[in-house]
C-alpha cells in the first residue's frame, strides 16, 4: 500500500503540473525550452510507474491463481471429507441397529435358557425317572440324558457367541464413532483454511483493482503529458521564431543606425545584439444452482465492478455459499472442465444443436472433458476463483458460438 501511495502522490504532481497557467514570453526561449524538459521528465517518470504497476498487476494476478488452485484443491477435499463423514454416519446407524438386534437375540436367547433351566430344575427327578421308565433300553436312556446335557450346553454356548457377536458389533460402532469425530475435527479444518484463502484472494482482488485503476489514471496522464508536450513544443518553435525575428529586427534598427551615424559622422554607441536560437525536440432446463434463485447480475451491459466502464455480462450471477452443489442444466457431454485466470474453474457442457451451458467461478470441478452427464447431475461446487468478487456461480448459454439470455432455457 506504501507504493500504491508513492504512485498517487506523483499522479496528482503530474495533474497540478499539467493544469498549471501557462505565463510565457515567447522571447524567453530557454524558459519554454526547460519547461518542455519537465514534461519530458514527468512523461519518463510516468512511463516508468505504468512499468512498476503493470508489474505489481502481474504479481497480484499471479498470487490470485495460486490462491485459486489452493482453494480448488481444498474444496475437493471438503466435498470428499464430507461424502465420507455422511458413509460413516449411516454405517454407524446401521451399526447400531445390528447392536440392538443382537441383544434382542441375547436376551431371546437368555429367556429360553432360563425356562429350559427352571423346567428340568422343578422336574428332575420325575424327568430321570419317565426317561428311565420309557427307555427301550439302558443305552437309550443314556443317549437321552446325554442329549438333555447337550441341550444344556448348547444355550450356554449359544448365549456366549451371542455376547461375543454383541462385543464385535460394538467395537466397530466404537471405531466408526471415532472416524466420524477424525472427520468432523478434519471438516471443521478444512472449513477455515478455506475462509481464510478466501478472505486472502478478496484482499489480493481488492488491490488488483487498485493497480487496475491506477494504470487507468497513469494512461490518462500520459495522455495528457502528450497532448501538453505537443503544445509546448510549438511554444517552444513561437519563442524561437519570435526570438529570430526580434534578432532580426535588432540588426536591421542597429544597421539603420550605423548608417545615420556615417551620415552624420557620428559614431554609433549601440553594440549589437543577438538572441540564441534552440531547436524544438519532437428451453426448459434445469436450474443450474438449487435452492438459490437470487440473481445478482443479469445478462446484458452493465458497469465493470473494476474498471467501471459498461460491458457486456454474457450470463446471470447466481450468489450461494461456498461449496453449494452446481448441477448440469441438461444432459450432454462436458466440453472443458479446467482453470481459467478470468474464469477460475469453469466448465462447458456441449447439448447439441449447437447449444452450451457455460458455469464459471467453481471452487471444486467434480467431472472432467469427455464425461456424458445427466440433468441435475452435481458436476461442481459455488466458489470465487478467477475474476469474481464474491463466491456465486456465473451461468451462461450459447448458441451457434454467441453467448444468449439464458432466460430462454431456464427458470428459477
Known amino acids: 500500500m506504501r507504493k500504491i501511495s508513492r504512485i498517487l502522490s506523483i499522479v496528482l504532481t503530474v495533474v497540478l503540473t499539467i493544469t498549471a497557467t501557462y505565463s510565457y514570453s515567447f522571447a524567453d526561449v530557454e524558459s519554454e525550452q526547460d519547461k518542455l524538459n519537465d514534461l519530458n521528465n514527468q512523461k519518463q517518470e510516468a512511463e516508468s510507474q505504468k512499468e512498476d504497476l503493470e508489474a505489481s498487476k502481474a504479481e497480484a494476478e499471479e498470487f490470485i491463481d495460486q490462491v485459486d488452485k489452493q482453494l480448488t484443491s481444498l474444496a475437493t477435499e471438503l466435498y470428499e471429507t464430507t461424502q465420507k463423514l455422511e458413509e460413516t454416519q449411516s454405517k454407524i446407524e446401521k451399526t447400531q441397529k445390528k447392536l440392538e438386534k443382537a441383544q434382542e437375540s441375547i436376551t431371546q436367547q437368555y429367556e429360553d435358557m432360563k425356562l429350559r433351566i427352571k423346567y428340568m430344575y422343578e422336574n428332575g427327578e420325575s424327568q430321570m425317572l419317565d426317561l428311565l421308565l420309557n427307555s427301550s433300553s439302558f443305552t437309550d436312556f443314556l443317549n ?60 489480493k482482488k481488492n488491490e488488483l483493482a487498485s493497480y487496475e485503476n491506477l494504470i487507468a489514471q497513469n494512461v490518462d496522464i500520459a495522455s495528457e503529458l502528450e497532448s501538453e508536450i505537443s503544445a509546448q513544443e510549438q511554444r517552444v ?50 436450474w443450474p444452482c438449487p435452492g438459490y434463485s437470487t ?74 472433458a469427455g464425461t456424458s452427464v445427466s ?15 464474491g463466491n456465486h456461480l456465473h451461468f451462461s448459454v450459447r448458441k451457434n458460438g454467441a453467448y444468449v439470455s439464458p432466460w430462454n432455457y431456464v427458470g428459477n
Do not use: C
Open 144 to 203: 437321552k440324558a446325554e442329549y438333555i446335557t447337550e441341550l444344556s450346553q448348547y444355550d450356554r454356548q449359544m448365549l456366549e457367541k451371542l455376547k461375543t457377536t454383541r462385543k464385535e458389533i460394538a467395537d466397530a460402532k466404537s471405531t466408526l464413532e471415532t472416524e466420524e469425530q477424525n472427520l468432523v475435527a478434519m471438516q471443521e479444518q478444512q472449513e477455515n483454511d478455506q475462509a481464510k484463502l478466501e478472505s486472502l484472494s478478496e484482499s
Open 375 to 389: 440433468a441435475g447431475q452435481t458436476i461442481g461446487l459455488v466458489g470465487t476463483t478467477g475474476s469474481s468478487t
Open 295 to 368: 440473481v445478482s447480475s443479469d445478462f446484458g451491459y452493465r458497469s465493470d465492478p473494476f474498471s467501471g466502464a459498461s460491458t457486456f455480462h454474457s450470463g446471470i450471477d447466481i450468489p450461494a455459499p461456498a461449496g453449494t452443489p452446481v448441477v448440469a442444466a441438461a444432459s450432454g457431454t462436458v466440453e472443458w472442465s479446467n482453470y481459467s485466470s478470468s474464469a477460475g474453474n469453469w466448465i462447458g457442457i456441449n447439448h447439441g444443436d449447437g447449444v452450451y451451458t457455460v458455469y464459471m467461478h467453481m471452487s471444486a470441478l467434480l467431472v472432467s
Open 237 to 286: 518553435a513561437a519563442a524561437e521564431q519570435e526570438s529570430i525575428a526580434a534578432a532580426k529586427q535588432a540588426a536591421e534598427e542597429q544597421a539603420r543606425r550605423e548608417a545615420s551615424s556615417v551620415a552624420n559622422n557620428t559614431p554609433s554607441t549601440t553594440a549589437p545584439s543577438s538572441t540564441p536560437s534552440h531547436t524544438a525536440t519532437v428451453s426448459g432446463f434445469t
